[in-house]
């Protein structure tokens, strides 16, 4: 059996598999029907330094072989998350990436603190591309000094590995990472969600009372295998791709256009249940391309021109 | 705890055109479901649609034993999920997830169960007839429908000992108009012990049963059908506001995938589910 543990910093993921943030609730939703140690994270929904309302409903629409939502990043705020769900997900055995929101740099600073002041914190997912908020996040997400300023401070006040989520909803994503990098952080994530649009020709209204939201599935895959392979060209720090993912084999497409590790997101909603034998697909893939190490796959697309093919005249 | 069955179709009845029963091999989720509880279906195994949707069980079904074999579905065609399950075969698979939220509590005699239906909200009380015939609750269906043809399993609920009121909007059975009238008319004038109401349907609908029972003080539930996502409490797409203190008090976002889909009808800020359900 290959080995698929992975290194994102100083942190060791038993495979590269994690439960996509704002997919996957606090993680004790599913830990019911999910051993929540067989994966190689949780990604917990993302936390602002208080509780946070979100959007009014409806809040979700599907879209061809996707979905858009616009949540407005409802949750708990960091202090509640640290008492109430921290403590069992550490007992459970998760390795949980805690996805933070701030609407200023103090506000990410601040929530990066408490979060370093307990244990069982795996890593921080600095989100600075939610699309659906006004004031947070993407403000700096979308901005390359905006960028360079929250992974610095944050940097100066955690540890803990340090993973900016960048937005693809820029021109050119790679300058992000590169930014990202340069500033310190121990990893990047792509994709967070494309803005997007759907309305109902009937009423002539948006079907999100948000009006635009951010959308996500296997519509995005081949943009995000895009966007991956561009920040993989660009940065030494390991990639987390998402995008889209179902199955095993889109895992390996985003693993060999430059990801360490994968974040499933949309599919859980659709099988709460595809977490083992996704991972399982995984190693069954390495053994029968006789690789002993999901590592040595990160980047391996070959992108040489083939020989030209004999052919009969 | 939920479970994953892929679940053999093993009939479908049209019972017109635009309504169905789909009965599901699913005993693992049928042996453990309460009443009102829900499952998340896969209508289609492809990309259209991608989501599951959820259902309400209508029916556990049961071999002569007793034993659970399987659940059915009562199923409105209304888009293209809906439109799946109005016509799938008998021998098709379906991917069904649950036994999922909130169940609704049957009450105990002396106390008396008043259930409100609208239409496809016929869907969860099924379940909870058989629950309040075990406890031999006395119990009434208030049903409205549009027309006599949109009125199903009136036999089912009788052979369970319940009292039929019902109701359609075009006359062709019951009372002519909204469920709603003989309802108001039955609390006006009931004289006997306590009343628990139940009631499922359209939004509207379940707003007007709940400040009946606001107006004459009786304990009302309500089985919510917001959209959702993944029934799981993983999206934060099926938010319900409810107040958690009594009148005045705060109002949150719940999940009515986890918190309901069966609400107190007090808790529930109806002003802002509007624009949700049917």
Redesign the interface.
Known sequence: MADLSVRIGSLTLANPVIAASGCFGYGLEYAPSVNLASLGGVAVKGLFLEEREGHPPPRIVETPAGMLNAIGLQGIGVFRFVAEKLPELRRLGATTVVNICGTTIDEYCEIARVLSDHEGVGAIELNISCPNIKAGGIQFGCSLTGTDDVVRAVRKVTRLPLIPKLTPNVTDVASFARAAEAAGADAVSLVNTFLAMAIDVETRRPKLSNVMGGLSGPAIRPIAVRMVYECFQAVKIPIIGMGGIQNAADAVEFILAGATAVQVGTANFVDPFLWQPLIGGLGDYLDRHHLARVADLVGRVDVSKPEPAWTAS | ????VAAAVLSNRRLSSDYNVIALGAPEIAAVTAPGQFVMI?PSAG??????RPFSVFEILRDASGRATGLSLLNKRVGVGTALLYAAEPGATL?V?GPLGRAFVPVDPPDEAWMVAGGVGLAPFATLAEALAARHTPMTLFYGGRSRQDLFHQAFFERLGARLVLTTEDGTEGERGRVTAPLERALASHRGGPVTLYACGPTPMMRAVAALGARFARPTFVSLE??M??G????????VRVRRSGPGGAT??VRSC?DGPVFDATAVVWD?LS??GH
């Not at chain 2, 799981?232 to 938010?239: I, P």
């Open positions: 705890m939920p479970t994953d896969k990309m259209d649609p991608m989501l599951r991917s997830v917001p959209q996502g993944c799981m409490g993983g999206c934060y797409s099926c938010v949150h976002f986890l802002a624009a949700v």
